[in-house]
């Protein structure tokens, strides 16, 4: 082999491991930052800012209480199921909950809980939800075993 | 542990994306890097490319089709770098190796056994053992039925070696082989794997008990007397496989996988410095009592002092680190083979002669890929035990890569762990492909989105009257 073919063996395989590991961070970027990469990240459309009055939103739902205490969920846009069914955004291991027991939804950068019909009932402090309810950060939401509370 | 919705499609159900193209497409690359490699190497070594080598990138490329198809359907939404990341690993892997039985062929040496099919043999064992694995369970959350029986499984797996007699479990003062007609298994690493999956579950039962009851002293949140019991339990272990089959790898793994699991499941930073603390009383007495402990740290402290004897592997390995250099000798090009078993041990050392300090941090950052998956694939799954397991397994090879790598580069004692995926021995590559198996199980569970169900009615279309405050 001439020296030339080795030299080229040589940074040429070094190049094609990098290769490899940089198409591997190009899917761990866009699971990360969603959509495809090779761009630049969207701007977040300014119309879906209008809380711009210095305070924003709560970030997490954090539990508190309960078997899952400590876990933490980040807002989103997307409603918050909770329940025992294994399809919710939190699933309950707890026998006073029902499989579909209550939602969180954001509504102008605004919570709201509503109960969907449990049997055991949803508090929000010491009040028994029924209507959507607006929930403050630090506000204990009760179910069951489980407390749940967000935070900015 | 943080929550369960960090991926801000995870709710989006309907259009989470399978990423099999993604899979099929790096795991192309994998082997393509894996056939280019070997030839290099015969290029290199021999002047031309060996005849078996067409057959050989075959037998490659038709297990990971086979792997990548049974993902495809048994598990269709599991992670797409897992499966790319471990081709890497062992293709890497199974170079080296065939470079070393070259380097062995060509000094003309006594033994010129081939190790390289055997370890495609065993690769071919391996992703058996995951495709049936995958088929077989569908849903992680069934392990957890087996936690009791597959502790005591892994505890006898465990505890084997050390009762059997010695001409049958004992290889170069290590007391962990089962040989038994010609094969020999260390079934310590399948040991490792039932006593993740039992952690996981355990954890999962008495976290409460162990995060919730403690007393505060000096700023740490100290757990009660009582609840000490199965961290004393997992050190207490450690210690004995320490003691009887003079492993000290399979003992600091052990204790450092129940540590850190206990830490994640309890979010009590005292765990960690319990273990810590239980870690240094042992390592202490360990050195004071037993001969192979202080002949360990001696050698690491000073390898150059007993380069006649203990020490030489070491330097050897030293020496081969430093002749690669940034870029290496090329593959072929060092002579890697100078260090004593550089196949199974000390594989990391013959890749950085030959790959160079690039070519080994690759090598570092593609088992960080992997353990980056299995974590992510932890923080995403909605169940408790899920999230254990899969920190366990994924934090298991973290742990393992660290503590090898530190060993043959001079940063910590030797210990005799093996490189996950890369190194030569059959129980590891298996037992390794079993663990990946059930990241992808997990992993599948975790990015799967919700099942179908009504769409939830946004809130102002919602029947009931929307009480603005």
């Known amino acids: 082999m001439s020296e030339l073919v080795l030299q080229i063996f040589r940074f040429g395989f070094l190049l094609l491991l990098w290769l490899f590991i940089f198409a591997a961070f190009r899917v761990v970027r866009a699971d990360l930052f969603g959509g495809r990469t090779g761009r630049v990240a969207a701007v977040p459309p300014r119309a879906a800012a209008p809380k711009k009055r210095g305070q924003r939103g709560p970030r997490t739902l954090v539990v508190t209480a309960g078997p899952l205490s400590g876990t933490k969920i980040t807002l989103g846009d997307q409603p918050i199921l909770i329940g025992r069914a294994d399809d919710s955004t939190l699933v309950l291991t707890d026998d006073f909950a029902s499989s579909r027991h209550a939602r969180l939804t954001n509504r102008g950068g605004q919570w709201y809980v509503e109960d969907l019909g449990s049997t055991n009932g949803t508090y929000l402090d010491q009040q028994r939800v029924q209507g959507p309810l607006l929930v403050d950060p630090g506000q204990p939401i009760r179910i069951g075993q489980t407390a749940l509370e967000l935070r900015s | 542990m943080p929550g369960p919705l960090t991926d801000p499609r995870g709710t989006a159900a309907g259009d989470t994306p399978t990423r099999r193209g993604t899979e099929a497409a790096l795991l192309g690359f994998a082997v393509l890097i894996t056939v280019v490699a070997q030839a290099i190497v015969d290029l290199t070594v ?62 003309g040496s006594s033994v010129t056994r081939e190790d390289a099919p055997v370890q495609l043999v065993w690769a071919t064992l391996g992703v058996a053992l995951f495709v049936g694995l995958l ?265 393992q890569v660290f503590v090898v790598l530190g060993g043959v580069t001079g940063l910590l004692p030797l210990t005799g762990l093996t490189t996950p995926f890369l190194a030569y021995g059959g129980s590891s590559l298996v037992a390794n492909f079993v663990l990946v198996a059930l990241l992808v199980r997990i992993s599948d569970a975790a990015r799967r989105p919700a099942a179908p169900h009504a769409a939830p009615v946004r809130l102002g279309d919602a029947p009931t009257e929307v009480v603005m405050p």
């Open chain 2, 135 to 399: 088929v077989t369970v569908r849903d992680h959350r069934a392990l957890s039925r087996f936690a009791y029986t597959l502790a005591l499984l892994g505890i006898v797996l465990l505890a084997l070696p050390a009762v059997l007699p010695a001409s049958m479990s004992e290889v170069n003062g290590a007391k962990i082989w089962i040989r038994v007609a010609g094969f020999s298994i260390q079934p310590g690493e399948f040991a490792k794997l039932c006593l993740i999956v039992f952690f996981a579950a355990y954890l999962e039962d008495k976290r409460d008990v162990l995060a919730l009851a403690s007393r505060k002293v000096a700023g740490l949140e100290l757990p009660r007397g009582r609840d000490l019991g199965p961290v004393l339990l997992a050190w207490v272990l450690s210690i004995l496989v320490l003691v009887f089959e003079r492993d000290l790898g399979s003992s600091l793994l052990l204790f450092g996988i129940f540590v850190v699991m206990l830490y994640i499941a309890t979010e009590r930073a005292s765990w960690l410095f319990i273990g810590l603390g239980l870690f240094a009383g042992g390592a202490l007495v360990a050195y004071q009592v037993f001969g192979h402990v202080r002949a360990r740290v001696d050698t690491w402290l000073d390898p150059f002092a007993y380069v006649d004897g203990a020490g030489y592997q070491l330097v050897q390995s030293l020496f081969g680190l430093g002749t690669g250099g940034l870029f290496g000798a090329g593959l072929g090009g060092g002579r890697p083979d100078q260090v004593p078993v550089a196949k199974s041990d000390f594989i990391a050392s013959a890749v950085g002669e030959e790959l160079g300090l690039f070519g080994l941090v690759a090598v570092i950052v593609v088992y960080l890929v992997l353990v980056e998956r299995g974590l992510r694939t932890s923080l995403v799954v909605r169940d408790p035990f899920g999230k254990l397991l899969a920190a366990g397994l994924a934090f298991a090879i973290a742990w």
């Open chain 2, 46 to 107: 021999t002047g031309s490319i060996r005849p078996e080598m067409a057959g050989f990138s075959a037998w490659i490329a038709a297990l990971w089709v086979v792997a990548h198809l049974v993902v495809r359907k048994w598990a269709s939404y599991a992670d797409p770098l897992l499966l790319p990341a471990v081709a890497l690993l062992v293709g890497l892997g199974l170079t080296v190796i065939h470079r070393l039985d070259l380097a062995a062929e060509q000094v």
